[in-house]
């Protein structure tokens, strides 16, 4: 995960594609040179030991565009084959746990 991150952050897009999954990257891949990621946060992981062929990340990135900001939150899913992992697939904005009555 912080290696597809720091990608991001490099505009290696070539990176990217070389860690998705062959049988869910898209054929095409470009990045918008314009955004500027701030920072990586990892909320959970769910699997993915020496061990395990499956894993779970959950993340926020921030990131700046010209005078706009945000934060891209996702969950992202993983697997191993062939010695090393793959990223598979996301989903944005996961939903969290819920919230505490009266919160």
Do not use: C, N
Request: charged content about 30%; cysteine-free; glycine content about 10%.
């Amino acid at each position: 995960m912080r290696s597809r991150y720091t990608a991001f952050v490099r505009e290696d897009a070539d990176y990217l594609v070389d860690t998705w999954h062959p049988g869910t990257r898209p054929t095409e891949l470009s990045l918008d040179r314009h955004v500027r990621w701030r920072g990586l946060t990892i909320l959970d992981t769910v699997g993915g030991s020496a061990a395990e062929r499956r894993g779970t990340v959950e993340f926020r990135a921030a990131w700046r565009d010209g005078s706009s900001s945000g934060v891209l939150h996702e969950r992202s899913r993983f697997v191993k084959q062939s010695a090393r992992w793959w990223y598979l697939d996301g989903v944005l904005d996961p939903p969290g746990p819920s919230p505490e009555p009266g919160t």
